[in-house]
């Protein structure tokens, strides 16, 4: 069946948004979580509060997201599981996974101080930034194991399908988280550090109901006959292996971002967080439809069938150039609004507005990226995804080395052409390889 003849039927653009739309749904209330952050702080006296909580929040994800491979490993090896309908590979792939996302998580609580000092150190600022910084990542490092943990539950979920589960399981967790925030930071005056105790209480919280959820999944006659094993689980480290080398080069790069805003003052920071925020809420929306390309590519690859991956292949990429063209158009026509709904702070506001020009941009460079993320994911071939960070976090620096002389937008430009590098190279490998009909021969 030609690629035309596959958008054309509706039963399977139906599939696609079955898993979709509820991520999608779910994923919009993780960033709408960065932006309430970003309004109740932004609306306090001074650019630098906005500025700490930029600067702690950005070490957090960093840690949070170079460990991504928790989910996005799980994710891919389940479906695999789920497509050879193997409930034994399914129930080991996440009991090592919860394992190895405990023991990072004792990790990073041993080694807290030097990680987080040193990494504000590095990031730089104002005192009065790193102060505020400093405060709120402490504080967020606590829910560490939680937030890992819950990594490994997101993925076993999605890999199965689960999406109506995984999505009760983000809104549940982001909703309390604002509801918090609102409470400790409005409410009771507590500012960066309620915050931040906000979202380590709607961590925990989200463990005991993904846990539940997941428990609930099993069937009855598996939950007692399966137990922790080491069977497998090379092929488990492996693949975080790749995909932690993507990820950390994928959040240097984003960490490069906010660190030179920082040196170029407090409204710089301040802004590039409102719009790095914006681009959360683009990222979020586009990986609700990469999961669905990782849930449906994971299974095909389970029954080694080509044909079906191709086609969910299609069917998301179609669906991600529709979401990233309404982002654009929502951008041009509403973005000064909405960052003047996020601060009233003058010079945050007009240097947000300034470079308003790149939010605009970002979704149309960038969706591919997320999509073949996601198929790279279900099909558990983390070496191709690494690969192309690499040559894309090569791009990024080249770029902003040869743009720096135009300051932020140099560095603008840089970041939206780190996602259109990302974009090519991961598209480029997969069609090459269909060409050569090797892509499910091995884990390139």
């Known amino acids: 069946m030609t690629i035309p003849a596959v958008l054309r039927q509706w039963p399977a653009h139906q599939r696609t948004l079955a898993l979709a739309l509820p991520m999608i749904f779910s994923n919009i209330t993780t960033p709408l979580l960065g932006l309430v952050d970003t309004a109740v702080i932004g609306h306090l006296s001074e650019a630098y509060y906005l500025g700490g909580v930029a600067v702690g929040a950005m070490i957090i994800t960093l840690l949070w997201w170079v460990l991504g491979f928790l989910r996005m490993a799980t994710t891919g090896l389940v479906a695999q599981g789920f497509g050879q309908q193997h409930w034994p590979n399914q129930i080991a792939v996440l009991w090592q996974g919860l394992c190895c996302a405990a023991a990072l998580a004792l990790a990073l609580l041993l080694l807290q101080q030097p990680l ?44 199965r399908q689960q999406a109506k589960a995984a999505m009760l399981l983000l809104i549940l967790t982001n909703s309390l988280n604002i509801g918090l925030d609102l409470l400790l930071v409005v409410g009771f005056e507590w500012g960066v550090a309620g915050a931040a105790m906000a979202t380590v209480i709607a961590d925990y919280s989200a463990l005991a109901a993904g846990l539940w959820l997941s428990w609930r999944q099993i069937p009855a006659a598996q939950r007692l006959r399966q137990r922790l094993h080491l069977r497998g689980i090379g092929k488990l480290l492996a693949l975080n292996r790749d995909i932690f080398l993507r990820s950390l080069c994928l959040q240097l790069c984003i960490a490069f971002v906010t660190a030179q805003g920082a040196r170029m003052g407090d409204a710089i920071v301040a802004a590039n967080s409102v719009l790095m925020n914006l681009t959360l809420l683009i990222a979020y929306a586009l990986d609700g439809i990469a999961y669905s390309a990782e849930a449906q590519v994971g299974q095909a690859v389970g029954k080694a069938d080509q044909r079906r991956v191709r086609d969910a292949i299609w069917l998301c990429w179609s669906w991600s150039a529709l979401t990233a063209l309404l982002f654009s158009v ?115």
């Open 330 to 444: 929502g951008f041009l026509l509403a973005g000064e609004s909405l960052i003047a709904l996020l601060t009233d702070i003058e010079s945050v506001r007009l240097g947000a507005q300034h470079y308003l020009g790149w939010l605009v941009a970002y979704p149309l460079v960038a969706f591919t990226c997320f999509l073949f993320d996601g198929v790279y994911i279900g099909a558990a071939k983390g070496r191709a995804m690494r690969n192309s960070m690499l040559i894309s976090a090569l791009g990024f620096f080249a770029l902003w080395w040869l743009s720096q002389s135009y300051g932020n937008h140099g560095l603008w430009l840089a970041f939206c052409g780190f996602a259109l590098l990302r974009s090519l190279t991961l598209a480029a490998h997969y069609l090459y390889r269909q060409h050569q009909q090797r892509w499910l021969a091995d884990g390139h």
């Open 116 to 159: 987080l000092q040193g990494g504000i150190a590095l990031i730089g600022g104002s005192a009065e930034v790193q102060h505020y910084a400093l405060e709120y990542a402490q504080i967020r490092i606590w829910g560490a194991p939680a937030a890992l943990m819950n990594l490994v539950l997101l993925g076993f979920l999605l890999g």
